[in-house]
């Protein structure tokens, strides 16, 4: 079974910067694509975007363009998830998931809290 | 973008009953659809893949059907464990839209 391990819950203040990540098996990791999910509170899941580690193209939904950034690092089999400035809408549980014939390996969240 | 539009978003059923959840794609997707079940505070689980596909480890009592732009999730014996919201994605390409969810209850 692959696993996706994230990194744990977060407690920000708006306008700070924030990077969460998702590791996974190395050789699942290259050539796999890895996805970001949001789950707001109370709310449906939300696919963000996804990348393929192994080239970096990345694509976003329409509705995170430009407010995230994904990214991976191919050497330490992790991919990213990035504000430059979070806002009290970013409050959230955060998914990885693994895109195989589908998409099969989900990490275990990481519960983002913006409040001042 | 495709949309995905679940039906109902809410249901209540009896122990025993069969339960039927709806997915409708704007436009064909072939077999590209995956069930999720969510529990709260838990990860989606996968239930079905390629639109029919029950993923290992699932009851049978959980099936899914369609092609193209319409599909159902069916569950042929509602059970207490089965209290959960349930969720349809496409995965055909990008955006990997989920649909709006549906909470399933138990009368």
């Known amino acids: 079974e692959v696993q996706l391990v994230q990194s744990g819950a977060e407690v920000k203040k708006p306008g700070e910067s924030l990077k969460i990540s998702c590791k996974a098996p190395?050789?699942?990791?290259?050539?796999?694509?890895i996805a970001w999910v949001r789950q707001m509170p109370g709310k449906g899941l939300e696919w963000m975007g996804i990348i393929y580690p192994s080239d970096s193209d990345t694509k976003y939904s329409p509705s995170v363009q430009g407010q995230v950034t994904i990214s991976a690092d191919k050497s330490i089999s992790t991919a990213y998830l990035q504000w430059s400035s979070l806002k009290a809408s970013d409050t959230a549980m955060y998914y990885c998931a693994r895109l195989g014939d589908y998409f099969d390996y989900w990490g275990q969240g990481t519960l983002v809290t913006v409040s001042s | 973008d495709i949309q995905m539009t679940q039906s109902p978003s809410s249901l209540s059923a009896s122990i025993g009953d069969r339960v039927t959840i709806t997915c409708r794609a704007s436009q064909g997707i072939r077999n590209y659809l995956a069930w999720y079940q969510q529990k709260p505070g838990k990860v989606p689980k996968v239930l079905i893949y390629g639109a029919s596909t029950l993923q290992s480890g699932v009851p049978s009592r959980f099936s899914g059907s369609g092609s193209g732009t319409d599909f159902t999730l069916t569950i042929s014996s509602l059970q207490p464990d089965d209290v959960a919201t349930y969720y349809c994605?496409?995965?055909?390409?990008?955006?990997?839209?989920f649909g709006q969810g549906t909470k399933l209850e138990i009368k």
């Open positions: 994605q496409k995965y055909n390409s990008a955006p990997y839209t």
């Open positions: 190395k050789d699942t990791f290259t050539y796999s694509w």
